[in-house]
């Protein structure tokens, strides 16, 4: 709503997502998407000591990826839009701003699946690829993360299966 006259009677749908619970007046609990980013959005490597940053070469497409993926700000707009309350957009923008880079490959399987474990527990609905999500994000973070994602998870599903 950009433009109103006083008097006017304004209408608030609400909130679909029951993952971010209304605290009051137009302000939500958001901490369900800390507790995905605490899930894996980490990289555990021990480094010892900082090494220069010129050390490891990152091709330049690599950490374009990973920068437009770390653009994401988490402010919830694409759970709002989306009419399944889906999170896949914000986990999967965070999945990709680390495993596009080298650092986060030797983890990125197990990343993909505790993140998305967590993303369902927190009770966000799947996507179904409306795309209202794409459309309303700020920063404009793609649906091709979410199709980066479900590859990941399908490879971290079967590599689980493969360990038993």
């Not at 896949?88 to 993140?115: C, I, V, W």
Request: proline share 4%; charged share 25%; net charge neutral.
């Amino acid at each position: 709503m950009r433009v109103f006259k006083d008097g006017d009677t304004i209408t608030v749908e609400p909130w679909r997502s029951k993952a971010f619970p209304v605290l009051k007046d137009l302000v939500v609990d958001r901490t369900s998407f800390d507790r995905i980013i605490q899930a894996g959005g980490y990289i555990s490597v021990n480094t010892g000591a900082a090494t220069d940053a010129s050390v490891l070469l990152v091709p330049k497409e690599k950490a374009e990826r990973s920068m437009d993926a770390a653009a994401c700000i988490g402010c919830g707009a694409c759970v709002a839009a989306c009419p399944n309350s889906s999170a896949m957009l914000f986990t999967a923008a965070k999945l990709a701003h680390l495993n596009s880079m080298p650092q986060g490959q030797p983890e990125r399987y197990d990343r993909a699946l505790l993140m998305v474990e967590q993303m369902d527990k927190e009770g966000f609905g799947g996507c179904t690829n409306f795309g209202e999500c794409e459309a309303v994000c700020p920063k404009e973070i793609r649906l091709e993360f979410i199709a980066a994602m479900n590859r990941d998870l399908i490879r971290a599903t079967a590599g689980n299966k493969a360990k038993r």
